[in-house]
């Protein structure tokens, strides 16, 4: 099946900081690339749908200004947190879907992050 | 309204026994794709079983099986024979149109421990 891998797999860093999460697909060009934050013990919830070569489209809530969202190329899309605070700490997963009719979303293996 | 629905924050079952994961949905589109994920503690998600909404079986993979109750808008996972690596979070999605590249929607999910 289609691979989607995230990078880093666990990052701590200070208050105050940005972190870049990067999120690829392996074997396929996806078009559309989903972002996802789960606080501990809870559900995904959605922050943005980026499509490549466009803007990301952010959910309710979710600050543009601070989840910096580039998906510049049909393989790769990025997430950065900027000026990162101990609430941003979290896990965040990506999932990836192809342009074709029918072609499916796949997960990536998540991002922890941590904010000290 | 709650798009999907998991009333059961933690389950326990015997090694080798069956055990039922509830799970009903909310939708107003007569087209719908409902989904089960295994989270284990690394925080992949992993994909289980799928069930469209004008399949006219249930569907199966393994030792999986979605109890599909279209009239009562429930979609159950059913795990057979129930082994310790079984011992995750489980969690629920759904969905709406036709569009692989339409957004999920997850329950809170379920907290699976299988007891040796």
């Known amino acids: 099946g289609a691979v989607v891998s995230q990078h880093p797999s666990r990052v701590i860093c200070k208050s105050g900081t940005s972190v870049k999460i990067e999120c690829r697909s392996l074997?396929?060009?996806?078009?559309?690339m989903f972002w996802y934050r789960q606080f501990p013990k809870q559900s995904l919830m959605l922050m943005a749908t980026s499509n490549e070569g466009s803007k990301a489209t952010y959910e309710q809530g979710v600050e543009k200004d601070k989840f910096l969202i580039n998906h510049a190329s049909l393989t790769l899309s990025t997430l950065t947190v900027t000026s990162a605070h101990p609430e941003d700490s979290s896990f965040y997963i990506c999932s990836a879907r192809g342009g074709a009719p029918g072609n499916e979303q796949f997960f990536g293996p998540g991002t922890r992050l941590t904010v000290l | 309204a709650q798009k999907i629905t998991q009333t059961q924050p933690g389950m326990f079952v015997q090694e080798k026994e069956a055990v039922t994961l509830d799970c009903t949905y909310d939708t107003s589109d007569p087209s719908y794709g409902l989904f089960w994920y295994k989270q284990p503690s690394s925080g992949e998600m992993i994909f289980l079983i799928y069930?469209?909404?004008?399949?006219?079986q249930n569907a199966t993979e393994g030792r999986y099986s979605l109890n599909f109750q279209k009239a009562r808008k429930s979609a159950n996972l059913v795990i057979s024979a129930s082994q310790l690596g079984d011992s995750a979070m489980y969690f629920c999605a759904m969905r709406e149109g036709r569009n692989t590249g339409n957004q999920f929607y997850f329950g809170t999910g379920t907290s699976l421990t299988v007891i040796p």
């Open positions: 074997d396929f060009q996806a078009t559309t």
């Open positions: 069930q469209g909404s004008y399949d006219q």
